[in-house]
Structure formats: C-alpha cells, structure tokens
T-cell receptor
Framework: KNEVEQSPQNLTAQEGEFITINCSYSVGISALHWLQQHPGGGIVSLFMLSSGKKKHGRLIATINIQEKHSSLHITASHPRDSAVYICAVSSYTGNQFYFGTGTSLTVIP | DAGVTQSPTHLIKTRGQHVTLRCSPISGHKSVSWYQQVLGQGPQFIFQYYEKEERGRGNFPDRFSARQFPNYSSELNVNALLLGDSALYLC????????????FGQGTRLTVV
C-alpha cells in the first residue's frame, strides 16, 4: 500500500468547471505539498500545508490532519490548468517526501 | 533570488556510461534531496544530504551515489547506466533537514539509449 493515495487518477473537465482532487496519506507528516507538473516539465510547488486552508488565485487547498486527508480545488478551470497534480507529504522524521502517483487533469475549451 | 537550479536540463547517454547531474539549492538552504521520476509514475526518493552528510537513502542500487559540497550544491552520480535509468531526476532544496518547506528544481531529463 502506498503511503500517499490520490484520486482520481485521470480527470477531464470542461472549461469553467469546478475541480476537486483528493489526497489521503497514512504516515505522520510535518507538511503536505501540492505540486503541478506540465508534460515534459519539472515540478512547481503550488501549496505547502500543515493545517487549515490556503488560497492562491483560483486554487484552494485544504487539509484535515485528523482524517489525514487533503483536497485541491480549482475554480473556473481553464485549459492552461491541464497538468499532472501531485500530492506529496514530508514525513514526520522529515528526511524525505512520499509522493502520490498524480492526477492527470485535462481541461477542454 | 534564484530558485533551485539543475543542470543539464536534458541529457542522452548510452548504456554502461556514467552520468553526473548537478543541483544548486536556494541561497541559504542547507538540504538537498534527489528524486527519480520514471515516466507515468510518481517521484521516488534517492538521497537526502544535509550539511554535507547523507541523511537518508532510498531503495536504489550502489550505482547511484551523491555528495554535497561546502556551498551546499550537490551532485548525483550514476554509474553503469541502464535503460531503466531513463527518467526525470528532480532536486529539492530546503532550509533544514526537516522538509517542512521545500522547493523543487525543473529537473534533468536523462535518456539512456
């Protein structure tokens, strides 16, 4: 069993739709990261969370520490949001990340 | 302030060769971690270095080695390359050993032919 599970694996949405990607983890963490990866590209860090909720533009990330669950929401989705979104947690011992396998998002105009 | 920089961005090597990948962390960051991302999979932890010492190692063969220099930059070395080593190699930089806040480089895409 992976330490970090994401759902869905693949997601196709119409432009303008509200999108939710979920992440569950099983290890004790010091922080959870949401990352974005465009095809062939490197990774961009979107959010780092240890509690509560953060918002940046059309992106919102929430975390529930008790339930070991986080969600990434995209409001008013746009084709340029098409990418792979990866949930990663830094372990409580702190020396490595555990990554989910990613959610591939395609937003159709 | 420059972010995490990795070099080269792309690299093609033949089987059996050796490769060195480089990472410069954000100024002031003392920890560098290396990850391998094979196409279609999530990144896998290879090494973490903090203050020039290895702090953690993932499940990779001894062909993989790394080091960190006094200026906190790091090199990842892979010997006797195999086709399966073809991947995106990512470097993450953090202030301290605990990865509460970390920043990723754009990666080096290695193709072994």
């Amino acid at each position: 069993k992976n330490e970090v599970e994401q759902s869905p694996q693949n997601l196709t949405a119409q432009e303008g739709e509200f999108i939710t990607i979920n992440c569950s983890y099983s290890v004790g963490i010091s922080a959870l990261h949401w990352l974005q990866q465009h095809p062939g590209g490197g990774i961009v860090s979107l959010f780092m969370l240890s509690s509560g909720k953060k918002k940046h533009g059309r992106l919102i990330a929430t975390i529930n520490i008790q339930e070991k669950h986080s969600s990434l929401h995209i409001t008013a989705s746009h084709p340029r949001d098409s990418a792979v979104y990866i949930c990663a947690v830094s372990s409580y011992t702190g020396n490595q990340f555990y990554f989910g396998t990613g959610t591939s998002l395609t937003v159709i105009p | 302030d420059a972010g995490v920089t990795q070099s080269p961005t792309h690299l093609i090597k033949t089987r059996g060769q050796h490769v060195t990948l480089r990472c410069s962390p954000i100024s002031g960051h003392k920890s560098v971690s290396w990850y391998q991302q094979v196409l279609g999979q999530g990144p896998q932890f290879i090494f973490q270095y903090y203050e020039k010492e290895e702090r953690g190692r993932g499940n990779f063969p001894d062909r993989f080695s790394a080091r960190q220099f006094p200026n906190y930059s790091s090199e990842l070395n892979v010997n006797a390359l195999l086709l399966g080593d073809s991947a995106l190699y990512l470097c993450a930089s953090s202030l301290e050993a605990v990865l509460t806040e970390a920043f990723f480089g754009q990666g080096t895409r290695l193709t072994v032919v």
